[in-house]
């Protein structure tokens, strides 16, 4: 177990603002995450669960407990002559676990290639891009319950996800802890292209290989979105928004351009594209800037406050509802205490 007081968390939120935490704590095992839960003193405080904060955003200092796992570890917890069943430790790299799906042949989750963060809060997010989302191979999450210090499993149903939402981000619910997640892979590659270019860019190679797709999403994240190791960000900063579809056509006949997927009666529309149509791409408000080539994405210029962010993020919001009558709705989670 890890105990230290005044930590600055720089290098752990991808935004790389350097606010401080009153104590972060970092536990190696359940039993750890028990012995913590049960103290006194974390049951008093304000306390926080992060991953790898890369879906977080610090508006200031955080005058309490942040709590990270180091549980890590991939293991086959089951196989069948057609799939195999992998547990997961929470704090294993996102991109690390794909990566060694796609060498061992292993297919599900190679279009959700470099998506930053650990895998315990990718399950949380319910992360998606490219036509998949971690709930379609999630079969059971391990988690427990800060109130009551039970574990529980939860199955793929009780998980209860929606676009990149989940059980575990309600907050009228009990608060959980993820130490562990059940991803089932098929052992037959099952591609899904209909995202984008990928089937142009997929057309290219023959045989096709699952190692072809991680290769091509990494090309493509590569070239539109900034390495936050380099420039402070944290991806996709809105979500996409679904309307009903009457709203869609009406946007239709004034911006026949506007592009759309549909969704059971609704219409997802590219967030990117309605930021970018109200001039935001591109633009820098002092220490921030809207990234030049994705408009989704707000980065660090090295020296922005949480504040500044979120300032930015609000004129953004803005702009849109008033030109599409569309709320954005942050995806990155504001930090407060």
Not at 34 to 43: A, G, K, M, P
Not at 209 to 232: C, F, N, S, Y
Request: charged residues 25%; hydrophobic residues 40%; negative net charge.
């Amino acid at each position: 177990m890890r105990i230290e007081e005044n930590y600055l968390l720089k290098e752990h939120n991808t935004f790389r603002l350097p606010v401080k935490a009153r104590w972060f704590m970092e536990y190696e095992s359940e039993d750890e995450l028990v012995c913590i839960l049960r103290d006194e003193y974390f049951q008093e405080s304000l306390s926080l669960h992060i991953g790898s904060g890369s879906n977080l955003l610090f508006l200031n200092d955080y005058n309490g407990i942040i709590l990270h796992s180091a549980i890590k570890g991939i293991t086959i917890a089951g196989e069948t002559d057609d799939t195999v069943l992998l547990r997961i430790g929470a704090a294993e790299i996102w991109d690390d676990v794909v990566a060694y799906a796609v060498s061992k042949g292993w297919s599900g989750i190679e279009n959700l290639s470099l998506i930053p963060g650990e895998s315990g809060a990718a399950a949380v997010q319910n992360i998606g891009a490219y036509g998949v989302e971690i709930k379609q191979v999630v079969e059971t999450v391990e988690a427990y319950n800060q109130l009551t210090f039970e574990k529980q499993t939860f199955t793929n149903e009780a998980c209860g996800y929606d676009y990149r939402s989940s059980f575990f981000k309600n907050k009228q619910h009990d608060p959980y802890i993820i130490t562990h997640i059940h991803l089932r892979l098929s052992k037959t590659p099952r591609y899904t292209l209909h995202y984008g270019n990928l089937k142009e860019l997929a057309a290219a190679c023959s045989p096709l290989t699952i190692q072809d797709i991680r290769r091509i999403i990494i090309d493509i994240r590569r070239q539109k979105l900034p390495d936050p190791a380099v420039t402070g960000n944290a991806g996709s900063f809105f979500t996409n928004p679904i309307i009903p579809a009457d709203h869609y056509e009406a946007l239709k006949k004034r911006y026949p351009a506007i592009p759309a997927y549909p969704m059971k009666g609704q219409v997802k529309i590219p967030a990117g594209w309605l930021i970018e149509q109200c001039g935001w791409k591109g633009k820098t408000c002092g220490q921030v800037a809207v990234y030049d080539k994705q408009a989704l994405v707000l980065v660090n210029l090295g020296e922005a406050t949480g504040d500044e962010i979120a300032l930015v993020a609000e004129r953004i919001r803005t702009a849109v509802a008033e030109r599409f009558g569309i709320e954005l709705v942050p995806e990155v989670h504001y930090v407060l205490s």
